[in-house]
Antibody
Framework: QAQLVESGGGLVKPGGSLRLSCAAS????????MTWIRQAPGKGLEWLSY????????YYADSVKGRFTISRDNAKNSLYLQMNSLRAEDTAVYYC????????????????????WGQGTMVTVSS | QSVLTQPPSVSGAPGQRVTISCTGT?????????AHWYQQLPGTAPKLLIY???NRPSGVPDRFSGSKSGTSASLAITGLQAEDEAVYYC????????????FGGGTKLTVL
């Protein structure tokens, strides 16, 4: 079945960088739209970034724009999140998630759901 | 402050029915964008529970149902069970910022 596995989290100092990876299996990753979502300790969910199947359209939340970069390697079935200039408020569990494909409409819709989630990887930004 | 507003907590006894509300604005639910619901059990990743306002993914019990009207959406859980104790999040797309997906702040369901 469809599965996503994040890796790359850890402890990093303020101002530092980290690259998260998300390995996909059990579905055609190269056809899938993907997102990154995070959850600060004890807090709710925050959408961060979106990328279409070929990487031609990318969006970021204002909170990470200019600091984070989403990318993908379809040959490796992998999604990435490069995080630079990290701040204490970036401390969170980071999830990758798949955008749901609407088989009735035969397309992706911007207002659709995230139907497959990884288990998350923890990022701690602290000196 | 979340774009979508949910009550912080709800509770109910086993077997009872509970509802969780999610209030949005004209730039998300009111703009005819769909509501989705996720269940997050303690220590686990969120799981899609309801999509497209009313649809359940395969494997989700029919005790869970969703609805949407105007700028609000609701999740109803009937026949409450102990394993339903979790945090529930609503989610939608918001057109106020190009390419922006928003969540509610989450509602903690306690089964008494």
């Amino acid at each position: 079945q469809a599965q996503l596995v994040e890796s790359g989290g850890g402890l990093v100092k303020p101002g530092g960088s980290l690259r998260l990876s998300c390995a996909a299996s059990g579905f055609t990753f190269s056809d899938s739209y993907m997102t990154w979502i995070r959850q600060a300790p004890g807090k709710g969910l925050e959408w961060l970034s979106y990328i279409t199947s070929r990487g031609t359209t990318i969006y970021y939340a204002d909170s990470v724009k200019g600091r984070f970069t989403i990318s993908r390697d379809n040959a490796k079935n992998s999604l990435y999140l490069q995080m630079n200039s990290l701040r204490a408020e970036d401390t969170a569990v980071y999830y990758c998630a798949r955008f749901r494909y609407d088989y009735v409409w035969g397309s992706y819709r911007l207002d659709d759901a995230f139907d497959v989630w990884g288990q998350g990887t923890m990022v701690t930004v602290s000196s | 402050q979340s774009v979508l507003t949910q009550p912080p907590s709800v509770s109910g006894a086993p077997g009872q029915r509970v509802t969780i509300s999610c209030t949005g604005t004209s730039s998300n639910f009111g703009g005819n964008y769909d509501a989705h619901w996720y269940q997050q059990l303690p220590g686990t990743a969120p799981k899609l529970l309801i999509y497209g306002n009313i649809n359940r993914p395969s494997g989700v019990p029919d005790r869970f149902s969703g609805s949407k009207s105007g700028t609000s959406a609701s999740l109803a859980i009937t026949g409450l069970q102990a394993e339903d104790e979790a945090v529930y999040y609503c989610q939608s797309y918001d057109s106020s910022l190009r390419g922006s997906w928003v969540f509610g702040g989450g509602t903690k369901l306690t089964v008494l």
